[in-house]
């Protein structure tokens, strides 16, 4: 089986069922997702991605906060896509927002959705799910346009918080195979200067969650 099969499959046990019951349950705790969104402001008409895109939770809010937008997104779990596409038919909006199945860390966007390059890309609480996930990154960039962002916001390393509820909170969700990326400001420091863009960094809730985005140069 090839990695890209083992990693579907793997995510496709966790959400067979858990994807009915998902968007109740982690509004509790997937915390700095709206503020994502409203940071996203993509351009009149532009096109924006979501990579890992779940039930399709984060790209109907983005459809009905950008009505001009373009709205794409990517996931790996067969299963998750069976809900998102049940969800986006259920708020009109399948004439708007496209969907395929696809890895993070490699996909050519002009063979799922006909497009070369994206405004805006996000990944949302997804980034700490992907194996490979520094390549998801430097994926990320390679489909942005010029002048486009990339946002992320996912779990931070709890720093401020007491140490029995960061170290609560990592063994519970390793149960899920989530991982926090410790190095994940560094690691966008980094790819933002690869590119010569411009970094924007902080961290929310005293450190439960970490958001950024990196903007790249115009053409």
Known sequence: ??????????????YRHQRHIYDLTRRYYLLGRNDLIAALKPPSGGSVLEIGSGTARNLILTAK????????GIDISAEMLKSADAMIARHGLADRITLAQADATRFEPADL????????VFFSYSLSM????????????QVLAPGGELHLVDFGQQTALPG?????????????????RESLDTTMAL????????????????DYARIGCIRLPSA
């Open 1 to 14: 089986m090839s990695t890209v099969s083992a990693n579907a499959s793997v995510m496709d046990g966790i």
């Open 65 to 72: 906060r950008y009505p001009d937008a373009e709205l794409f």
């Open 113 to 120: 959705f006909g497009v070369t390059g994206f405004d805006r």
């Open 130 to 141: 992907i194996p490979g996930w520094e390549t998801a990154l430097r994926q990320a960039m």
């Open 164 to 180: 029995w509820f960061g170290k609560g909170l990592r063994a519970w969700l390793a149960r899920f195979h989530v991982t926090p």
């Open 191 to 206: 790819i933002a200067a690869e590119h010569h863009a411009e970094l924007s960094f902080s961290t929310l809730y005293r």
